[in-house]
Every structure is written in structure tokens, then in C-alpha cells.
């Protein structure tokens, strides 16, 4: 039975706006002219359904989540105390089963109602009657929304089940996984073939809406996630060549509210102070009675903001990896002012310094409108010099290319001969990401393309096995759907 009905647009309509933050409003008609019949009969309709689905792409209120997971279960982050401390005490120790609900409801649940959304757009666009100009931009779109999620996905589960149609006589609740090479040539023609008609970065005026460095991004990332060196190289070429993507010129604030859509943002979480759609992640990661910080004295925490009582950490050996003048350390303090006046040094507990890159001085509760960067400039650098490595062993080229992310931040470049051999380079690399884009969610796929998260837990005394470096399916979706088999190990 094919799904053609729409609930709930008028709610979608308020989601879609406050998820954009568009440059220029969209021009939507009164609520009750979308009804089900009529609601795929116009652009405003298509664009509704459309929005529906970058509502779910967006990470919302599992900021903390998503930083967490992909941070405790590595080198970088901890986390102690509260109800937050019992979540992630099944990543910390590497125990997690497929019953956890963060796999359900923060990983999977999300990712697979945008394709529903996507799918629902793709099958009903074609007797639209909009134009031809109108329905290839939003089939664009709505195919880089589609392959967006399976990329994301792929990230914590490998390969899962391929909806490509809300038509369950075409495919039926029990579907079962593709193939690798299936789903990894699908993903990435998907996001080939919507590059060709998305809008160039420069002609996009709705902050949030997919323009082909979206496209080009998520592939570049999905191409290094699959070692698939020769079109990381390729793809990463063709966003440097849109000409429009810069690395910003100061670290600590690419992140600040005020600096959000600069060029060197590609893909990012557009978050809002209001509840539901805030960055949640800076409430556990302030430290108790925290006041202000000289590191970052553009922010002053008020007794409107929350304060909790969990501790989101910095672990000391990834901290003092760090070059003493490296200015991407600023943004994770070591001591801080209290609410009483005192200066309280975090250095006296282990692993206990705090990142607090992302802040907002309009935080209302819970909630700061600090957006959560997904892919940015600099991660696209940092890949092509990999893939160059990868390719050729270390070269100028690639040198130059992690060179120019270092040196914004540390005026202490490497040069070609002290890097090495491929592989000391390939460690280089990997240490410049992790200092590049630590609170972002990026270390633990990093380590695992690299080999090394297993490795990294083992040695911090974690139990930790191969088949690890995925995820378990969740349980609710093992239920469901008996065709998708778990994997070895789980």
C-alpha cells in the first residue's frame, strides 16, 4: 500500500522555518490550503514535505548525544556523574547491546523518517504541475536528502536496509540488507547525479537548504569513510574548484552565533535557543557554579542558562597532545571563575578539562542557538591530503594541504621531510583531525577508518572487540523486521 497521506503539515510548516533560518523567509500560502489531495500539486506543498525531511536530517536537540557517542568511546571525551554518566557508560566501557535506545531514537528512527519524507517527495513529484526547472531542483534535493541519511547511517551500522519507495507491495517491512557494493554504489550515484542539478553555493539563499557543496561534502566524507582514495581525491578537487569555500580566518569563532554561514561551514545543524531545536551539549560540559572563563571572555553564563549536574570532560592525554600555542586549545578551558568569585583550577581532577566551543549568550535553559558544524572546509582539506597519502605517500601537495588547516591555528608547519613515511604521515593526519574537530563527533570514525579505535580503548583497559567499530541494528528494528540479520558478535 503506497502512503500518499500528509499529517500534520502546519507543525512540519513551523519545524521547516525554525530548522532554515532562512536569509529570506519562505513565501508559504495559509495551512489549510495543503490537504491531502492537493498538498503534492504545488511547490509550496512539495517544498513542505521537502522541509519535513531536512527537519529529521537535523540533528535538533541530540547534540549531546551525537558528540558523546562518537567521543567517549575514544581518546578524547568523558563523561561522570548523573543520569547523562549512566547513558554513556554502555560506550565508555564498550558493553552497548542492540536494546539501547540511543540506537533507536537518537541514530536510527530520525535518519529513516527523512527517507520516508524524501521517498514521499520523489514518488508524487512527477505529476506535479510545477515546473520542470522547480521539480528537478527539489528531486535534487530530495535525493541528497535521501542519501544523506544512508551515508550517516553507514557511519554507526555499516550497510542497512536500502527504502527507496513508501510502496510496501515494492518493498515490504521485512527487507533485507543489501549488498556492500550495492549500497555503496547507490549512495554515491545518488549523490552524484543530485549534485548535477542542486544550486551552486554562491545562488542559495536560504541558509540550510542543500546546494551541491552539500552534495559533494557528504560524498567526499561517505568516499573516506570507504577508503576509496582515488574518489576522495577526485571529489575533494571539485569542491575546492565551486571557488567559493574558504577556511575562516580565526578558529575559536567559526564557532561563535554571530559568525554562523561563513564560507568555511558546508553542512551544519542550524540550531535555535528554543526548546527542541537547541544545542544541549555546553549545559553538562560547564563545570560546577561556572561564572566565565578568561579563555572565552565573550561569554558569561547567567542564572537563565542551565548548568547540569553531569560532566562532559576532556581526557588529559588528548588535552596535552596539544602545542602549547596551538589556539584550538583555547577553546577547551582548564580553570574558570565561580559563581562565588573564585578561580577554580579543573587540572586538580583527572580528565576533567572542559570544551567549550560552542556557547551562546542568549541560552534560554537548555537551550543554545549555537549550531552544530557537521562537515566543514577544513574536514574537506584534511581528506584530500589523506586520500593524496593514501595514493602517493606523503607529497608537497599534501603537506601544504594539512599545513594550511595547522597554520591558522599554530605557527609551526610540518615540513615534507619530517613527516615521514606514509604511515607516520598517515598518524600526523590523524592527530591534525583530532585537534581540528575534537567536540564535533568526528574522532570515532576516524579511528576507525585509521584502525585504531579498538586499539585506543584496549589501551585505555576497555575490553574492547573488532566487531565493535559498528554498531548493533537496534532491537525495535530487529523485531520488525526478521530479514535484517544482526551481525557477528552481537
Not at 497521506?5 to 519545524?15: C, E, F, R
Not at 536530517?57 to 567517549?72: M, R, T, W
Not at 568516499?223 to 575546492?240: N, Y
Not at 576516524?446 to 566487531?467: C, M, P, S, T, W
Request: proline fraction near 5%; charge should be negative; include cysteine.
Amino acid at each position: 500500500m503506497k502512503i500518499t497521506s500528509i499529517k500534520n503539515i502546519s507543525t512540519w510548516l513551523v519545524l521547516c522555518i525554525l530548522f532554515t533560518s532562512c536569509e529570506s523567509e519562505l513565501d508559504m500560502p495559509p495551512v489549510d490550503e495543503f490537504s491531502p489531495d492537493n498538498v503534492v500539486q504545488s511547490q509550496e506543498g512539495l517544498e513542505a514535505l521537502l522541509f519535513s525531511a531536512y527537519q529529521f536530517d537535523n540533528i535538533g536537540q541530540g547534540v549531546k548525544d551525537e558528540i558523546l557517542i562518537n567521543e567517549v568511546t575514544t581518546d578524547i571525551g568523558y563523561v561522570s556523574i548523573g543520569a547523562v554518566e549512566r547513558e554513556m557508560t554502555p560506550f565508555l566501557n564498550f558493553n552497548w547491546d542492540a536494546s539501547d535506545p540511543k540506537f533507536e531514537q537518537v541514530l536510527w528512527t530520525p535518519r529513516y523518517r527523512a527517507i520516508r519524507d524524501a521517498n514521499t517527495v520523489l514518488e508524487n513529484i512527477e505529476n506535479s504541475p510545477v515546473s520542470e526547472e522547480t521539480k528537478a531542483l527539489i528531486t535534487a534535493e530530495a535525493r541528497y536528502l535521501r542519501a544523506a541519511q544512508y551515508a550517516y547511517l553507514y557511519r554507526y551500522f555499516g550497510v542497512v536496509p536500502l527504502r527507496t519507495t513508501t510502496d510496501l507491495e515494492t518493498q515490504p517491512q521485512e527487507l533485507p540488507l543489501p549488498s556492500e557494493e550495492e549500497f555503496l554504489a547507490f549512495v554515491e550515484t545518488e549523490l552524484r547525479e543530485a549534485t548535477t542539478n542542486l544550486l551552486p553555493p554562491s545562488e542559495q539563499t536560504q541558509r540550510g537548504r542543500a546546494t551541491k557543496g552539500h552534495s559533494l561534502a557528504v560524498l567526499a566524507k561517505f568516499l573516506l569513510q570507504t577508503r576509496q582514495w582515488t574518489k576522495v581525491a577526485e571529489v575533494t578537487k571539485m569542491i575546492m574548484d565551486l571557488n567559493y569555500y574558504e577556511l575562516y580566518p580565526d578558529y575559536r569563532a567559526t564557532f561563535f552565533v554571530a559568525n554562523e554561514g561563513n564560507r568555511e561551514i558546508i553542512v551544519t545543524w542550524s540550531l535555535t535557543n528554543e526548546q527542541g531545536f537547541g544545542n544541549n551539549y555546553q549545559n553538562g560540559a560547564f563545570p560546577p557554579g561556572f561564572m566565565e572563563a578568561e579563555a572565552i571572555p565573550e561569554f558569561t553564563w547567567t542564572s537563565s542558562m542551565a548548568n547540569w549536574a553531569t560532566q562532559f570532560s576532556i581526557r588529559d592525554g588528548f588535552y596535552d597532545a596539544f602545542d602549547a600555542d596551538d589556539d584550538r586549545k583555547q577553546t577547551i578551558i582548564e580553570s574558570y571563575t565561580n559563581l562565588g568569585g573564585n578561580t577554580v583550577n579543573l587540572r586538580n581532577t583527572v580528565d576533567n578539562t572542559r570544551s567549550l566551543k560552542y556557547f551562546d549568550n542568549d541560552q534560554v535553559g537548555n537551550f543554545s542557538g549555537s549550531d552544530h558544524p557537521y562537515i566543514r572546509y577544513a574536514d574537506i582539506l584534511l581528506a584530500r591530503a589523506e586520500a593524496l597519502n593514501q595514493l602517493n605517500g606523503p607529497t608537497r601537495e599534501a603537506v601544504d594541504l594539512v599545513n594550511t588547516v595547522r597554520t591558522r591555528s599554530v605557527d609551526d608547519p610540518y615540513t615534507l621531510a619530517e613527516v615521514g613515511s606514509k604511515d607516520s604521515f598517515n598518524d600526523i593526519i590523524l592527530q591534525e583531525r583530532g585537534w581540528e574537530f575534537f567536540s564535533e563527533g568526528k574522532r570515532r570514525e576516524d579511528l576507525v577508518r585509521h584502525g585504531k579505535l579498538i586499539e585506543y580503548a584496549r589501551q585505555r583497559g576497555i575490553n574492547a572487540q573488532e566487531f565493535q567499530h559498528y554498531f548493533p541494528y537496534p532491537q525495535a528494528e530487529l523485531n520488525a523486521n526478521p530479514a535484517l540479520e544482526q551481525r557477528n558478535g552481537y
